[in-house]
């Protein structure tokens, strides 16, 4: 228990460092799969742009106001205040909607190895695990987008008889 008192503290202390508030001391430890199915209403409902502004929601108010993402009225009050319509999320929280959606998510992430969070996947290739320095997720962005974009490499440079302006020397 100390040991994990004292890993949070560093988060806490390193968050701190970048203007961020975090209270792990006294997040609730809670089921999220009903926050992850509003995630998927999310993306479906406003694409990925809506769905990152209900997890930011949902990280607010799991690290910085430690309320249980557990519970249905705090994950509405998220949704709601990202634009999702109430009757909407009332319903998917009553049903087993995106249940199917989640079971994937689930699947593909011990697929990827994932064992805990946060987990990060670039490209369907690379995975970094854990909080990692910035200088780790730069290297990781450099090398993917280079992978993703050979470099074009002449062979041969140029010959007397090439092609220019005028037409080809024969």
Known sequence: ED?????????????????????????????????????????ETGGTALQRQLAEALFAAYFTRAEDVGDHAVLTAA????GLDGARVREVLASQEYAEAFAADVAQARAYGATGVPFFVVDQKYGVSGAQPAEVFGQLLERAWSESRPTLQTVGGEADGACGPDGCAI
Not at 4 to 9: A, E, G
């Open 3 to 43: 040991e994990t008192r004292d890993m949070q503290q560093q988060l806490i202390d390193l968050a701190a460092s970048e203007g961020l508030e975090m209270r792990l001391h006294d997040t609730v430890h809670t089921n999220t799969v009903d926050a992850h199915r509003l995630l998927h209403l999310a993306r």
């Open 79 to 82: 949704a709601v205040g990202v």
